[in-house]
C-alpha cells in the first residue's frame, strides 16, 4: 500500500504522452512495426502488442526498473532488489496480453498488485493506442528531429 501511490506514477509517467512532447522516436519505431506486420501480412492485433511490449516496456524500462544503477549513481542491496522485482513484475504483467492464473500457490510478487493489473493494462492499451492515432511521421521529419535533438543536448 504504501509503494501505491508511486507505481501508479509510475506507470503514467512512462505510459502517457504529453502534449508538448509526443514520443516522435517511439512513434517512428512503432509505426515500422505496423508497417512490417502489414508487409508480412500479420494482421493479428496481438502479435503487434506483442512486438511493441517486447521493445519498449520489457527491453527499455523494466530493465532501468530492475537495474536503476544503470541511470543512477547508486548501489542497489538486495532488499532493494527484491523490491524492484516486484514492481518490474507488475509493469511486465500489465503489458501482458494474457489473462494471469492466480491461485493461494502464485508467487507472492505477482500476488501484490493483481487486482491493479487490470487498470495497468489499460494504461498500456491507451498509451499503444494513442501512438497509432499520432500522425505518421516522414523519415525526414523524424531525422529533422534527431537533428534538434543532437542540438540541443
Excluded at 532488489?81 to 507472492?108: E, H, N, R, W, Y
Excluded at 491507451?126 to 516522414?138: F, G, N
Amino acid at each position: 500500500g504504501t509503494l501505491q501511490k508511486f507505481l501508479d506514477d509510475l506507470f503514467r509517467a512512462v505510459l502517457s504522452i504529453r502534449e508538448d512532447r509526443p514520443p516522435l522516436a517511439i512513434k517512428y519505431f512503432f509505426d515500422f512495426l505496423e508497417e512490417q506486420a502489414e508487409k508480412r501480412g500479420i494482421s493479428d492485433p496481438d502479435t503487434l502488442h506483442i512486438w511493441k511490449t517486447n521493445s519498449l516496456p520489457l527491453r527499455f524500462w523494466v530493465n532501468i526498473l530492475k537495474n536503476p544503477e544503470f541511470v543512477f549513481d547508486m548501489e542497489k542491496s538486495d532488499h532493494m532488489d527484491a523490491c524492484l522485482s516486484v514492481i518490474a513484475q507488475a509493469f511486465i504483467d500489465a503489458c501482458s496480453i494474457s489473462d494471469m492464473q492466480l491461485g493461494k500457490d502464485s508467487p507472492t510478487n505477482k500476488l501484490l498488485y493483481a487486482k491493479e493489473i487490470p487498470e495497468y493494462r489499460k494504461i498500456v492499451q491507451k498509451y499503444y493506442r494513442q501512438i497509432k492515432e499520432m500522425s505518421p511521421l516522414s523519415e525526414q521529419e523524424m531525422n529533422a528531429h534527431l537533428a534538434e535533438e543532437s542540438r540541443v543536448r
